[in-house]
């Protein structure tokens, strides 16, 4: 099996970057998870990012989830499918921030993360700009359709800590999953594992890299791509050791935009298969997705796919 793929973005800088461009490539459209490193932020950024996100776990989160697990893992005796053993928060970007309205943060960490999102917030679209040259997409378009409606591009991060965790045989870290929105850019600790993908039937480990930043792609980027890059099934596995440090930000579509696939790409493969995506408000989509995150991404696609015709063609009333 080849090796999880990994980007030097610095060779997209110079001589290497057609190289650079293949490899990102193949890892959307074989992989759907990869690595970025010399991805242009800070390393003293992110090392002040990792502390006081792991030291606001420790003086307002630890005590809480611990009074949550003890309660969770009293009785159980098999494998417990509606929880994961995870303490987590969600900061949002846009289109307005609510970091100064979540309680427990002081100045120090909504000055860190603030920075550390508007960095994230550009590496994202770069990243969807090299996506959409790979695929052949005028400049700018995947930003553009994740803008289509009136609210622009929304954008914010999940904050999560996954503690050492006495029976990894009964509960997951997190549940499997695909990630619903655009394109996910994740922080993860570098010294405790436990994030795996499914690829060809079988769960590989994303590897801690110091400094790197995971990249995974969500459903809309799916159904944009008309199918050329899918969004992958992952998962967090709980660990007996560690506390595993996770900051994951979501570059989503604004929640009027309409989402549908590229008519490039359409006609692109006209000659090979039709058109096999819906078009759906991303609200919508977003609607469905809380009730069956946990569930397979497909009747999701065709829910919206009948939506789509009732309203294409709605039912004569007399």
């Known amino acids: 099996m080849d090796s999880f793929p990994v980007i030097d973005m610095e060779k997209l800088l110079g001589r290497e970057r057609g190289e650079a461009m293949e490899i990102l490539r193949d890892a959307c459209e074989k992989w759907g998870f990869f690595e970025i490193l010399n991805h242009g932020i800070s390393h003293d950024l992110m090392d002040e ?3 006081v996100n792991k030291d606001q776990y420790n003086k307002c ?3 809480k989830f611990n009074e949550f697990a003890n309660k969770a893992l009293e009785n159980a005796d098999s494998e417990i499918d509606h929880l994961d053993w995870e303490s987590t928060f969600f900061l949002r970007h846009l289109p307005v921030s609510n970091i100064s309205e ?3 943060l002081d100045d120090q960490y909504r000055k860190a993360m603030k920075e550390f999102a508007a960095e994230m917030e550009k590496l994202a679209e770069r990243l969807l700009d090299l996506l959409g040259e790979n695929l052949g997409l005028e400049k700018g378009y995947l930003k553009k359709a994740f803008s289509n409606g009136s609210k622009g591009p929304t954008f914010g991060t999940k904050v999560s800590s996954y503690p050492p965790c ?5 509960v997951k870290g997190l549940r499997a999953h695909t990630d619903a929105g655009g394109i996910i850019l994740l922080f993860q600790d570098d010294q405790v594992s436990g994030l795996q993908f499914l690829k060809d039937g079988e769960w590989l480990d994303v590897p801690p890299m110091r400094h790197a930043i995971v990249v995974n792609l969500g459903d809309q980027l799916e159904v944009i791509t008309n199918g050329k890059y899918k969004s992958v099934v992952h998962r967090v596995v709980a660990q007996t050791d ?3 440090m996770s900051i994951a930000s979501f570059y989503n579509p604004g929640s009027d935009a309409v989402i549908f696939p590229a008519p490039a790409l359409v006609e692109k493969e006209a000659e090979e298969k039709k058109e096999v995506y819906p078009k759906f408000v991303f609200e919508d989509y977003m609607k469905l997705y809380v009730g069956h995150k946990f569930q397979a991404k497909e009747p999701r696609f065709e829910a919206m796919k009948a939506m ?3 309203a294409t063609h709605p039912i004569a009333t007399s």
Do not use: C, H, S
Request: hydrophobic residues 25%; negative net charge.
């Open 61 to 63: 989160r630890e005590q």
């Open 242 to 244: 560690g506390n595993r």
């Open 102 to 104: 979540i309680p427990d």
């Open 166 to 170: 006495p029976r990894p045989d009964l």
């Open 49 to 51: 990012v990792e502390k």
């Open 308 to 310: 789509e015709a009732v």
